[in-house]
């Protein structure tokens, strides 16, 4: 069952894979058997409706895949064991909890300067220096 989910889910990448690149006008640097697997793709796509031939080509893609990684038989159904799809996927959003700040002390031990006041130091400084040079 191993084998089968891990061909099923590089089929599906590569065939996302592919089909970007053939819409980008890429599909030539593809290897051959890329560029086999668009062609029945777009035969496909001629007869049914766009979803059913990507699945039609997903399930060649998996199947060759499968016995490419060493399955043994016909390939498994991988995909009958989802139940019915998720609607809602969205998760409320919660805030955090609130952190716990560090109470403040009753008095600083060590008050702070007011910036004007070392302003005035900076400059009593700037002129006694520009003074002394003279």
């Keep these: 069952m191993m084998i089968a989910r891990r061909a099923d889910t590089k089929a599906r990448a590569d065939f996302a894979t592919w089909k970007m690149m053939a819409k980008l006008n890429g599909a030539s640097a593809l290897p051959a058997e890329a560029q086999a697997f668009l062609t029945s793709y777009q035969a496909l796509l001629k007869g049914m409706p766009e979803a059913d031939a990507t699945d039609a080509t997903i399930q060649l893609m998996y199947k060759a895949y499968y016995a490419e990684m060493g399955g043994k038989g016909t390939a498994p159904d991988v995909r009958a064991q989802i139940s019915e799809p998720v609607t809602d ?8 909890a609130p952190q716990k700040t560090k109470p403040k002390a009753a008095a600083d031990p060590k008050p702070k300067l007011p910036v004007a006041l070392i302003f005035a130091c900076l400059v009593v400084v700037y002129v006694g220096v520009r003074y002394y040079w003279r």
Excluded: D, E, G
């Design 89 to 96: 996927n969205v998760t409320a959003f919660r805030r955090p």
